[in-house]
Nanobody, 122 residues
Framework: QVLLVESGGGLVQVGGSLRLSCAAS????????MAWFRQAPGQERDFVSG????????YYADSAKGRFSLSRDNAKNTVYLQMNSLKPEDTAVYYC???????????????WGQGTQVTVSS
């Protein structure tokens, strides 16, 4: 069983920054690719960014490129999503996921956190 716990969400003004964390525990989690998804009200859960289990490869959705940065600390089994230059359209619940491909749809990831709310005010 894998447990993922997100933290770091909150309310920020346009142009501000937030860093989300996802602490992972459980069976072989250090060998999992990790990813962040987000879901706005009434919308599907969309891929934001993924990182390989080694940390050497990352992938970003077009909406995140140049503004978001994903990293991982395998000693702590934690991944970090640094989000800069935030926009109102970034407002969503952000979910950490593991066990899927470097990039993929939500249905390809078997393990999920509870989500953390990010709200960007204009």
């Amino acid at each position: 069983q894998v447990l993922l716990v997100e933290s770091g969400g909150g309310l920020v003004q346009v142009g501000g920054s937030l860093r989300l964390s996802c602490a992972a525990s459980g069976r072989a989690v250090e060998n999992h690719n990790m990813a962040w998804f987000r879901q706005a009200p009434g919308q599907e859960r969309d891929f934001v960014s993924g990182i390989s289990w080694t940390g050497r490869s990352t992938y970003y959705a077009d909406s995140a490129k140049g503004r978001f940065s994903l990293s991982r600390d395998n000693a702590k089994n934690t991944v970090y999503l640094q989000m800069n230059s935030l926009k109102p359209e970034d407002t969503a619940v952000y979910y950490c996921a593991s066990g899927g491909p470097l990039v993929g749809g939500a249905d390809q990831f078997p393990n999920w956190g509870q989500g953390t709310q990010v709200t960007v005010s204009s």
